[in-house]
């Protein structure tokens, strides 16, 4: 499914599939993605701000320079297995936790060895607190 650029704003997306789907630039502002599937999903400078996160999976979802900010129930966990880098925009309480700070340098040295934006790296381990 291509909603590359897609106005999803608040919309009720809980317990969506989109596997295999694009959303790069989609506007997802205050979207209720509850518990919906985004592995290996393009969410590419796609606009989360507001969006509820609860359960939601995003196992080599790439969120490069996607927007989160303000999303609600994401976690670090979430993150470990997203596609991010420094231009992704995180809440704040994300932007200081040390799995999310492993997670950058992990996708970091990823995209330097395999390329920007052609994969994604591992799951990154939880950093002993």
């Known amino acids: 499914m291509f909603l590359t650029s897609a106005d999803l704003r608040r919309a009720d997306l809980r317990g969506v599939d989109f596997r295999g789907s694009i959303?790069?630039?989609?506007?997802?502002?205050?979207?209720?993605?509850?518990e919906a599937r985004l592995d290996?999903?393009?969410?590419?400078?796609?606009?989360?701000?507001g969006a509820r996160m609860d359960g939601v999976a995003l196992v080599k979802a790439d969120l490069r320079a996607a927007d989160l900010r303000e999303s609600c129930g994401l976690t670090a966990l979430q993150?470990?297995?997203?596609?991010?880098?420094?231009?992704?925009?995180?809440?704040?309480?994300l932007r200081e936790d040390s799995w999310v700070a492993a997670r950058l340098a992990d996708c970091a040295r990823w995209d330097a060895m395999h390329g920007e934006r052609t994969s994604c790296a591992p799951p990154t381990s939880s950093p002993l607190r």
């Open 23 to 34: 959303l790069n630039y989609a506007d997802l502002c205050m979207a209720w993605l509850g």
């Open 79 to 93: 993150l470990s297995t997203a596609a991010i880098d420094e231009t992704t925009k995180l809440p704040g309480a």
């Open 40 to 49: 290996g999903v393009g969410l590419f400078a796609a606009d989360l701000r």
